[in-house]
């Protein structure tokens, strides 16, 4: 890939959306000197737990994090195959290949470019371990027909719902429609905590103590009767015998601080506002755009509320401009960013290397000559969209 550099800068397509109410969580924070995991992380991990509809939630320092644990968590170790989609950022592949497993790409499906499951059923293998759908955009993959193929054959389902806070399918939340979910509240995401965050959401409770042990390096302490119990450093209860620490594994530090988690409750509050904001500037984008040939706009599959953190139209053969054409024109002749999210990881150096490559995963080969990502976030302007529309019209 030989594009300017310039064409993958984000700039335009920033979610972050804070107020005033952020400002005085944080200062309140400040003012108890702001902690690490502390009391605001476990009231945000509990509202969060109840808003998807899960049992458990636990804050983590980002979704890169909460992916290796929930993967950690699903016993995903050498000698196992994780299959996972392609068009995802890289962050979803590592963390199986980071637990020492073998990442298996299937193809997507091409109305939505989310995993398809009649490729993960022909890519099963007794060693999958893991399936790793991404809810790619905002839309959830077909959970229904993943978890059939998981089900049958005892292997977890991992859902990547970086895309996805407050999206449902068939009226529940992403994030509780597998095992495990992995929530990120990074800058450019619909709902945010001060630049990096995350959350893993589950209802199972051997999940949950395992992403708890390993968020904080397997730390164990004992209650009074001398019963071993995994903690927090910095969140132990009264009543423990504080001083007696051990570990029982190589965990890591991925813990969320209490200002990230302090935000993050004004976020939440405010999260189903943002996501209505996404839907309608998307809904004036299928408006104005529609008809123009060659272009072709995100589609929303029965069952599914889509939260638009990415507006992915196809540049199709038919239409005037091949997709980079029509990329470098939007930069250079109107100065406005879109980005293609994402070359497919399979060729990506580090993953070539590796020994995947073209050919294995076609759908998605072929596909990524055509999606390009419009900009939209909450604080989009009218006037901004005016002149997305009408340039991509003109263009057209
Ligand atoms: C689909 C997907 N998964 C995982 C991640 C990683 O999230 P984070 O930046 O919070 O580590 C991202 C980030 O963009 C993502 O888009």
Not at 92 to 115: I, Q, S, Y
Not at 192 to 202: A, D, Q, R, W
Not at 242 to 264: E, H, P, S
Not at 380 to 394: F, G, H, K, N, P
Request: aromatic share 10%; hydrophobic share 40%; proline share 4%.
């Amino acid at each position: 890939m030989d594009l300017p550099k310039a064409i993958y800068e984000l700039e335009f397509n920033h979610g972050s959306a804070y107020g005033e109410e952020e400002l005085r969580a944080l200062t309140e924070v400040l003012r108890a000197n702001a902690p690490s995991t502390g009391p605001r992380v476990k009231k945000f991990e509990e509202e969060f737990a109840a808003y998807t509809g899960s049992t458990y939630a636990l804050a983590v320092s980002s979704a890169t994090a909460g992916l290796q644990l929930a993967l950690i968590a699903a016993g995903a170790g050498p000698g196992d195959e994780v299959i996972t989609t392609p068009i995802s950022w890289i962050s979803t592949a590592n963390a199986a290949a980071a637990c020492g497993a073998k990442v298996v790409f299937a193809d997507v499906e091409r109305r939505t470019l989310n995993l398809d499951p009649a490729s993960v059923a022909a890519k099963i293998t007794e060693r999958t371990k893991v399936i790793l759908p991404v809810h790619l955009y905002g839309q959830c993959a077909d959970m229904q027909g993943l978890n059939e193929i998981a089900r049958a054959r005892g292997i977890t389902v991992v859902e990547d719902c970086a895309h996805t806070a407050g999206a449902t399918q068939h009226g529940r939340k992403a994030g509780a429609l597998g095992d495990i979910g992995v929530f990120s509240f990074h800058q450019q995401k619909n709902m945010v905590t001060l630049g990096e965050g995350g959350m893993v959401t589950t209802s199972r409770k051997d999940l949950y103590e395992r992403v708890l042990s390993y968020r904080s390096l397997c730390c164990r302490t004992y209650d009074p009767k001398g019963k071993y119990l995994p903690i927090d450093q910095n969140a132990q209860p009264m009543g423990m015998r504080y001083w007696w620490l051990d570990f029982d594994g190589i965990g890591y530090n991925f813990r969320m601080t209490d200002i990230q988690a302090a935000v993050g409750l004004e976020q939440l509050k405010k999260l189903e506002g943002f996501n209505r904001r996404r839907r309608e500037i998307a809904e004036i984008y299928t408006r104005r755009l529609k008809g123009i040939r060659g272009l072709r706009l995100p589609e929303t599959l029965a069952g599914n509320t889509h939260v638009f953190h990415i507006y992915g139209v196809f540049v199709e053969p038919d239409f005037p401009l091949s997709k980079e054409e029509f990329m470098w024109k939007l930069y250079m002749d109107k100065r406005i960013k879109v980005w293609s999210h994402y070359m497919p990881i399979h060729l990506s150096s580090v993953y070539r290397a590796m020994g995947h490559g073209e050919g294995e995963c076609p759908v998605a080969e072929e596909l990524f000559h055509q999606y390009v990502s419009l900009p939209i976030h909450p604080r989009l302007t009218d006037e901004a969209i005016d002149y997305l529309t009408a340039s991509v019209r003109e263009l057209a």
